[in-house]
């Protein structure tokens, strides 16, 4: 796995986030990350997963997606 990102790069990506939910993100998305590698959770899951912060990096599903797979 890649290092984290480092204070100027979470600030570039999230430049609407203070410092700590920056690094907070981070370490919610690394979480995740590692429990893909370990099996433990599918690309499905984290994709409906809800980070704790607005992230526009992070796939939303959209409503329509729910009535179109009914």
Same mark, same amino acid.
Do not use: C
């Given at each position: ?5 480092? !204070?100027?790069?979470?600030? #570039?990506?999230?430049? %609407?986030?203070?410092?700590?939910? #920056? $690094?907070?993100?981070?370490? +919610? %998305? #690394?979480? +995740? $990350? ?12 984290? !994709?409906?997963? $809800? ?5 526009? %990096? %992070?796939?939303?599903?959209? @409503? !329509?997606? !729910?009535?179109? @797979?009914?």
């Amino acid at each position: 796995m890649q290092p984290p990102l480092n !204070d100027e790069e979470l600030a #570039r990506l999230y430049p %609407h986030l203070t410092p700590t939910e #920056r $690094i907070e993100l981070e370490v +919610w %998305h #690394r979480s +995740w $990350i590692t429990k893909m590698f370990m099996g433990e959770a599918t690309q499905e899951e984290y !994709d409906a997963a $809800i980070p704790p912060y607005p992230d526009p %990096h %992070h796939p939303e599903k959209e @409503e !329509d997606e !729910d009535e179109e @797979e009914e």
